[in-house]
């Protein structure tokens, strides 16, 4: 069930310079799904192409009793309760019969972690026992999340986007080098609207401003025409792009998800876990505090706000353990050095799959979208 932090005024003496929830705060429960991108090959099979790889991979997964199908054609609907199986285009396809895969999740609670990371844990093993997975630096693990009830109200996604913008450097730190600055999770920070704005001014724009979810959705995610990435799609004038780290335009009326897209590509479960928990973690906590801009963004005070709201929610020992090892070893002089812009070019390759792909392979807004049609159709309010 949602809950008040039983503990406010505690964050507010010993940790000074983190936000702050009102008295009446109730954290919403959250679910979520994730994508998965990874580079495979076959131990069998020597595939000339991703599309007779991905039916592999859903065969193998189905002998082990994993609920799994590939991207639905128009003549199947997806389901929010199977994996799904599909060719990532943003990974390059590689020699030797490797090629760029994605795996999405089924819907999940965030809370009910005693449920999915089991399934978790199950399906990397699958995967990594049948074929060979590594990860390069188009890899990705995209968080898709939404409040239980299926629909954000205006407040959350507004303290959402304004925590986020807030922390954004400190998340920097916590990810490799080559995912600060990719053109597939550009720096919400730094987008059209915001780029020229001092912090202070961003966050007041978007408490103050923002009037609702369409707004928001321009203020996070609109991308110039002259940035990079619209040079390479050769746009004439300022759109909106889900390739930021927040992408928040699956939700342009509140009902939808909000993905982070910055996380690396994973193949072990203990690491899909951790950016869950981070993500899941990040979210509940944000979605009822507010920041102060005058107040220096803390990466020891973030991981332990997101070590509090794991123990809240019953993480076992050892995965908050993985959070504090995270952030202990997160690059601290990234936090300090004024970095933080995107990359000013992007190579040839990521424009031409700029090019072809769209959001049309947003796996998580499908899974929303069919766990959404499956409570209208037995009576539940959407």
Not at 147 to 155: K, Q, V
Not at 208 to 237: E, W, Y
Not at 280 to 300: D, I, N, W
């Amino acid at each position: 069930m949602p809950h008040r932090h039983p503990h406010a005024d505690h964050h507010r003496h010993a940790h000074p310079a983190m936000p702050v929830a009102p008295e009446d705060a109730v954290t919403p429960e959250l679910m979520f799904c994730v994508e998965m991108g990874m580079v495979m090959r076959s131990r069998r099979l020597k595939h000339a192409s991703a599309t007779s790889l991905v039916d592999e991979i859903v065969q193998r997964l189905k002998h082990y009793a994993i609920a799994a199908h590939a991207r639905p054609g128009s003549s199947r609907r997806e389901s929010h309760k199977d994996w799904t199986v599909l060719e990532d285009l943003k990974i390059p396809d590689s020699a030797n019969h490797r090629f760029g895969i994605k795996i999405v999740s089924p819907m999940f609670l965030f809370a009910r972690h005693d449920s999915w990371a089991p399934k978790l844990e199950k399906i990397l093993s699958v995967l990594n026992y049948d074929f060979e997975t590594s990860i390069s630096h188009q890899c990705a693990t995209h968080v898709h999340v939404v409040p239980a009830r299926g629909a954000w109200t205006l407040d959350e996604a507004k303290s959402l986007a304004s925590t986020a913008i807030y922390f954004e450097r400190c998340f920097d730190a916590l990810m490799p080098p080559y995912r600060r600055k990719m053109v597939w999770a550009k720096s919400n920070r730094f987008s059209r609207y915001l780029g020229k704005l001092s912090l202070a001014e961003c966050l007041e724009g978007i408490r103050k401003r923002v009037g609702s979810f369409p707004a928001l959705v321009d203020i996070m995610n609109t991308c110039g025409a002259h940035s990079p990435t619209g040079v390479a799609l050769g746009s004439s004038q300022d759109f909106y792009h889900e390739g930021y780290r927040w992408n928040f335009g699956g939700a342009p009326n509140g009902y939808g998800t909000i993905e982070f897209r910055q996380p690396p590509g994973v193949t072990d479960s203990s690491e899909a876990t951790k950016w869950i928990m981070l993500v899941g973690c990040f979210v509940m906590l944000s979605c009822t505090h507010y920041v102060k801009a005058k107040e220096r963004p803390s990466l020891v005070g973030l991981g332990r706000w997101v070590r509090y709201q794991a123990r809240l929610c019953r993480f076992p020992e050892e995965h908050i353990d993985s959070l504090r090892r995270l952030f202990n070893q997160a690059d601290q002089v990234h936090v300090a050095d004024g970095a933080g812009r995107d990359a000013s070019t992007i190579s040839t390759g990521d424009a031409t799959r700029l090019r072809w792909i769209s959001s049309h392979d947003n796996g998580g807004a499908q899974k929303y979208q069919a766990m959404m049609n499956h409570r209208r159709a037995r009576g539940h309010p959407a």
